[in-house]
Structure formats: structure tokens, C-alpha cells
């Protein structure tokens, strides 16, 4: 289009948008002051390249800002600069018409960018804050190489021993006065880790100790690893183990028609302070032979409705990779297994075991049928270089990598904090899956329990602000995983309609239903039988 030829173009054939911010920048009933000389040269210098750039929107736009902020400043209408209103129009309608969308610049300029920057506010303070508020283990390298240094010295570990899975096992800090030697705490929790340790095991793999930040009163590493004396305090009503009620064949927990888990074993790294599976803390570590593995895998065969397997324990990858591929093996062995999933926290806390061995056996079986990765990370600041590269390997030979996070007191229980946890979850190639209601069935960690509706709220101030694969679910376990999220439907008026809720704003749309009465008729290509 050439903006010369004026005979050609309706300019009265503006969008609603391009009219509403007509009716505003033309609006003359408000008081008016002075305006610059500065702001009126550069609107008409934006007026002299809107008129010659071809092609181009953006002097078109940045003229229109320039006119909107004139407006909101001075009150002054673009008539009062001395711009002509039929060459403002003009440059309206080029817009729009050199816009491949058909955008026109008041739906640019006086609807979009506003948004834009509506929703960058909504926010500013999780960019401003999440360092300080959730640093990573990235933010917090430099200490945590620190502490590395003087742990190694302190229990005399060769960087050999720290590399190897086997190594970060071996010298597990087990008891008070071992963790007194790397930490500076106090003579009361070191007596109290002592107490707890006679009844549950504490368990802290060197790596995962040098996370705890020293002199951070509720560091998050810590209060997931190292026992106070409430876990024995609290001690109540013992609630039967999940397994009780639940477990059809050795090995095995069933509450679903499709999916079950076989717990292989009750190892793992590390014991975590508010574990569900807390009654095998307490055990000694145990392996099964095979003919207990043969027992839990003739009752998948047999059950023909099954399809999805779950390796999990305690966790799965404190298994033998031999163990680990005898069982992907057979399960790859049976027709109606069509996908399966390992469950194991170890990367996050011996990131060391992801060797080439395991990897490989990974990519055999994800090679066969589907394989996924379930991870538990709960703190951005478990997240280290080391973590991120053991899920970014993983990423290569799974079809998947899930994260169950809990949600914690002073861990997680935070906006900010979650929605950390949940985009770098995602940087470092893995899915937040579920977030899970801390539950009660424990008393011994009922201290860390969080109110179902801090979770509700920290869940919900995610939709809208960041990526929607980055929201996990918000479940409570019961016999079985129960959604808990809010419920944006809010209320249904006699049509049959909605109004929806969006929970960024709380702004509340309608929303026209498909009648039932519709829904039921014939439909498509039925209508020409
Ligand atoms: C969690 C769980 C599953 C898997 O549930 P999904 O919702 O498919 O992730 C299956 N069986 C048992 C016993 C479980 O606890
Ligand atoms: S890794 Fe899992 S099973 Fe092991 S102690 Fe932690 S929560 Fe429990």
C-alpha cells in the first residue's frame, strides 16, 4: 500500500481496538497542560518514518506510544501537536494492513502491551527475589565446593571415593557426632540425633551434605535429612504400613487396575526425614534373590489387565545394575507390559550412580517399550551441576523424567521457592509431576506437615505466570493419589453456562457450554446414512 494515495483507503474502517484508542487520543474534555517540545519533535519524527519505512510496524507502534503518552501526560490530543488526524488514521490502517496478523496498532498498542506488562508485574518479585528467597545449587556453588573441600578432608575421602557411588555409601555420616565433625551444631540436637538414631537411621551421603549452607538455621538440606528429636516425641498412634492392606503379591503395592509397584528393595541413600516408607528406615538394608523377584513378576504375568510397572523401594537405583536389568528384562519379556517407570531419588542425592553401565541399560529397555525416570526433588537448592547433568544423560535413554516433590514446612512451602523448584525442574530436563500433601498417616514427622490450602494457593499462583508443564499436580495420598486442586468453575447459571475464574487476576469470564440436548443428536458424517 502507498500511504500517498488517499482516494484508495477507508480509514473509517478501523477495528474496534484501533476505535477505542481513537476515542481516547481524540478525547477533549480534559484539562490540558504544556507539552514538551522534546516529546512533540518525536512524534512527528515517528510520524515522518511511519510514513516512509514500508513494510514496517514498528515506527507505526512506537508513534502511537509516543501519542499515548502525550495523552496520559499532557491530556494533549494529537491535533494539539499539530499532526493532521487523517495521516494519523492513515498510519493506523498501514499498520494493520502490513501486519500479517491483521493486528491493528490500538489492539497493539492500547490492549496488548499493556497486558504484556500487566503480566510481567505479577512477577517482578519472583525475578527480583528467588536468589535470595531459593538460591540453587547453582547460586550456591562457591559454598557448596567449599564445603565439599572440608568434608573430604574431614573424613579423609579421596576424590576417587567422592566420584563413585560406592564411595559416597561408604562414608554416609550415620550419627550425630560424625555430622559434628563437618557441621558446627549443638551439643542438644547432637544428643538428640542419638536418640533418634536408635530407633530410625539417619543416613547422609557426603555429597548431599555438602548442600547444607552452614549457618542457615532451617538450611532445607538439612531439615530433610537430619532427624530432631520431634520424629521420636511425636511418636503416636502407629497407622499400619501402606503395604498392609494394599500388597496382593510379595513385592507388591496395588490399588489401581492398570499400574502397581514392585518395591525391590528398602535401600536408599539416604533417609529422608518425612518418609512414607519411614518403617523401613528402620529395618536393616535388604536384597532379595531372584526367586523373590520371580515371586513379585509370575504375579504381573499372571495379571493380564496390568500394563504399567513401577520399580520403586526405597529406591530403586540402590539396586545392583545387573539386579535393575534382570528385572527390565523380563518385564520387557511380557506381551500386556507396555510401559515402565523407575522410581528412585538418587540422583538428587548420589548424582555419582548414573554410570555409563546404568545408562546403557536404560537405553536397551527404553528402546523396547517406554521407560521413565520418577524422580523426588523438593528445593532448588538441591539442584547442583552435578544433578543437572546426571538428569540431562537420563534425558537421553528415558522417554521421561518425572518429579514427585512433597511439600514441606520451611522447604517448599513458599510461592517463590516452588516456582524455583519448578522451572529449573525444567531446565534440567525433568517434569514436575506431582506436588503431594505431606500426609498424616506418620506422626513422627507430623511437624512437617503443611496446611492443605498453603499448597492450594502456592499451586494456583502458578497458572498464568509460568510454563503450564512446569505446574505439577497437587495431590493427597490416601489409598490411592486424590487431586486437591481449587476449583476455577465457579458457578453454572441456568443456560447451562459457566463462569470461569482466572486465577492470575481472579477476573471471571463466561463461558458458553455444549448442551447436553446438542451433544446427543447425530453427528458428522451420520447425518448422510
Ligand atoms: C503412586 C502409585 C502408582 C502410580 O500412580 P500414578 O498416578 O500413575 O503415578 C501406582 N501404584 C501405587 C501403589 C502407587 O503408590
Ligand atoms: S528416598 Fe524415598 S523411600 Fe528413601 S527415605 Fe527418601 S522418601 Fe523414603
Redesign the pocket.
Known amino acids: 500500500m502507498e500511504c500517498g494515495e488517499q482516494g484508495s483507503i477507508d480509514i473509517n474502517k478501523l477495528d474496534k481496538f484501533d476505535k477505542i484508542f481513537f476515542d481516547f487520543l481524540y478525547e477533549t474534555k480534559i484539562e490540558k497542560k504544556e507539552v514538551s517540545k522534546i516529546d512533540i519533535d518525536e512524534a512527528k519524527q515517528w510520524l515522518e518514518f511511519s510514513k516512509t519505512s514500508n513494510k514496517l510496524t514498528k515506527p507505526i507502534v512506537e508513534l502511537f506510544v509516543k501519542l499515548k503518552k502525550i495523552k496520559e501526560q499532557y491530556g494533549a490530543t494529537p491535533t494539539d501537536i499539530g499532526l493532521d488526524e487523517y495521516e494519523i488514521k492513515l498510519m493506523a490502517h498501514k499498520h494493520k494492513s502490513t501486519d500479517e496478523h491483521g493486528v491493528s496498532v490500538g489492539g497493539r498498542v492500547f490492549s496488548a502491551l499493556p497486558i504484556v506488562e500487566n503480566a510481567n508485574i505479577r512477577v517482578q518479585d519472583y525475578i527480583n527475589n528467588h536468589t535470595k528467597v531459593a538460591p540453587s545449587g547453582f547460586d550456591l556453588q562457591s559454598k557448596m565446593k567449599k564445603n565439599r573441600e572440608k568434608i573430604q578432608k574431614k573424613l579423609n575421602m579421596s576424590d576417587e571415593s567422592w566420584n563413585s557411588y560406592a564411595g559416597q555409601i561408604k562414608y554416609a555420616i550415620t550419627s550425630g557426632e560424625q555430622l559434628a565433625q563437618i557441621l558446627e551444631i549443638p551439643q542438644k540436637l547432637i544428643d538428640d540425633i542419638q536418640r533418634v538414631v536408635g530407633v530410625f537411621r539417619m543416613r547422609i551421603s557426603p555429597y548431599y551434605a555438602s548442600l547444607i549452607i552452614p549457618g542457615v538455621v532451617n538450611d532445607p538440606i538439612l531439615l530433610q535429612s537430619v532427624p530432631t528429636g520431634d520424629m521420636i516425641d511425636n511418636k503416636g498412634i502407629n497407622i499400619e504400613p501402606?503395604a498392609s492392606d494394599?500388597s496382593p503379591a510379595r513385592l507388591i503395592?496395588?490399588?489401581?487396575p492398570r499400574?502397581?509397584?514392585i518395591k525391590a528393595t528398602n535401600m536408599c541413600a539416604m533417609f529422608c526425614t518425612y518418609c512414607l516408607r519411614l518403617d523401613h528406615i528402620s529395618d536393616k538394608d535388604w536384597v532379595s534373590s531372584k526367586g523373590t523377584y520371580e515371586e513379585a513378576l509370575d504375579y504381573i504375568r499372571q495379571d493380564t489387565t496390568v500394563r504399567?510397572v513401577?520399580i520403586t523401594g526405597g529406591d530403586a537405583l540402590a539396586l545392583s545394575n545387573k539386579r535393575l536389568e534382570y528385572l527390565f528384562e523380563e518385564l520387557d519379556k511380557i506381551p500386556h507390559i507396555k510401559i515402565k517407570?523407575i522410581g528412585s531419588r538418587i540422583p538428587v542425592m548420589t548424582p555419582q550412580r548414573i554410570d555409563d553401565k546404568f545408562l546403557e541399560i536404560c537405553r536397551k529397555s527404553n528402546d523396547i517399550k517406554p521407560l521413565r525416570f520418577?524422580t523426588q526433588i523438593n528445593t532448588a537448592q538441591e539442584i547442583t551441576p552435578e544433578v543437572k547433568e546426571a538428569f540431562r544423560k537420563l534425558s537421553g535413554v528415558t522417554s521421561a523424567i518425572l518429579n514427585q516433590a512433597v511439600l514441606l514446612r520451611g522447604i517448599n512451602d513458599d510461592k517463590i521457592k516452588m516456582w524455583k523448584l519448578c522451572e529449573l525442574l525444567q531446565e534440567c530436563y525433568i517434569r514436575p509431576?506431582?506436588l503431594f500433601n505431606c500426609s498424616f498417616r506418620n506422626p513422627e514427622f507430623g511437624h512437617m506437615r503443611v496446611p492443605i490450602s498453603v499448597g492450594r494457593d502456592i499451586v494456583e499462583s502458578m497458572y498464568g505466570n509460568i510454563s503450564g508443564d512446569a505446574i505439577p499436580r497437587y495431590l493427597a495420598?490416601a489409598g490411592g493419589?486424590i487431586p486437591l486442586h481449587k476449583d476455577n468453575v465457579k458457578q453454572i447459571n441456568e443456560g447451562g453456562d459457566y463462569i470461569l475464574k482466572k486465577p492470575w487476576s481472579d477476573e471471571e469470564v463466561p463461558y458458553p457450554d455444549m448442551s447436553m440436548q446438542e451433544y446427543n443428536k447425530s453427528y458428522g458424517f451420520e447425518n448422510y446414512q
Open positions: 501402606v494394599h503395592d496395588q490399588f489401581y499400574v502397581l509397584t504399567d513401577l517407570r520418577v509431576y506431582y495420598t493419589k
